[in-house]
């Protein structure tokens, strides 16, 4: 038997969430993907999980993408400081060699 064609995920969606609604079966479901029963309630448990991480991840805990940014800041301002230790450097440095600058404190 040959396999059904792939549903695209927007009606995989409509019918979790009609079943999630109350307003189908998952074999209702099955019968009108021509898929079956296992496959609706693979896809049901997969969209249940993925919005469980979801909320998970809106608790406090910080995203990938927020963890990149925070080591980039933190490497930044790393970078920020060492920049102004080398100008302060080069400032006396100058100062010595050519005396006080008006623009020094």
């Known amino acids: 038997m040959p396999r ?5 995920p927007a009606e995989k969606q409509r019918l979790i969430l009609s ?7 998952v074999a209702a479901a099955a019968r009108q993907a021509k898929v079956s029963e296992q496959s ?9 999980e993925a919005g469980a991480a979801g909320l998970a991840a809106g608790s406090g805990k910080p995203s990938t993408r ?3 940014l925070e080591a980039e800041v933190a ?3 790393t970078a920020l400081g060492e920049a102004a230790v080398e ?4 400032k006396k440095s100058a100062e010595h060699r050519l005396g006080p600058s008006k623009t020094s404190r």
């Open 4 to 8: 059904p064609p792939s549903l695209p």
């Open 75 to 77: 490497e930044l301002t």
């Open 19 to 25: 079943i999630l609604a109350g307003e189908m079966t």
């Open 40 to 48: 609706v309630g693979n896809w049901k448990r997969q969209f249940l």
């Open 66 to 68: 927020e963890q990149q």
């Open 87 to 90: 100008l302060r450097v080069w």
